[in-house]
């Protein structure tokens, strides 16, 4: 249920109300765009978002982004890949088609910000590991 306008999302509360890593929780929706609160630790997988950028925001530990955004080693081939590291506080946005794949060593809490709808695992993506859960969100409580 989107509780938009009733009462405000204490976000640590959100958090604190599951434990399933890798699954995101929709806190609020903005106009077609979900805010969604996820706890993650360990990788999740490559995939990419065909038609949508991807916001993200440390609110807890440090979030690293594997990026396939390079020069490709040969025409037609994947990107060069490289990992942009979030600590707490710092926001980025994966751009529409870049394939990425999310970490977490230690273990992070995150906000992101996405289309409703938008897949966790993209619209192409690896194989998809038990603990890595493909959803569009699920409500919160
Ligand atoms: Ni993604």
Do not use: Q
């Amino acid at each position: 249920m989107i509780n938009n306008g009733h009462e405000p999302i204490d976000l640590r509360a959100a958090l604190d109300s599951f434990d399933a890593l890798w699954s995101p929780r929709i806190a609020a929706r903005v106009n077609d765009y979900d805010v969604r609160v996820a706890k993650v630790a360990g990788e999740h997988i490559w995939h990419a978002h065909d038609d949508t950028d991807e916001f993200f925001l440390v609110l807890d530990g440090e979030l690293a982004i594997a990026l396939r955004d390079g020069e490709p080693a040969a025409a037609g081939g994947p990107g060069a890949e490289r990992v942009v590291t979030l600590p707490k506080g710092s926001v980025f946005v994966v751009p529409r088609g870049v394939e990425h794949k999310p970490s977490s060593s230690a273990g992070a809490s995150i906000l992101m910000f996405e289309p409703a709808g938008t897949l966790t695992v993209g619209d192409r993506h690896d194989p998809i590991p038990a603990h890595v859960d493909a959803t569009t969100g699920h409500g919160l409580g």
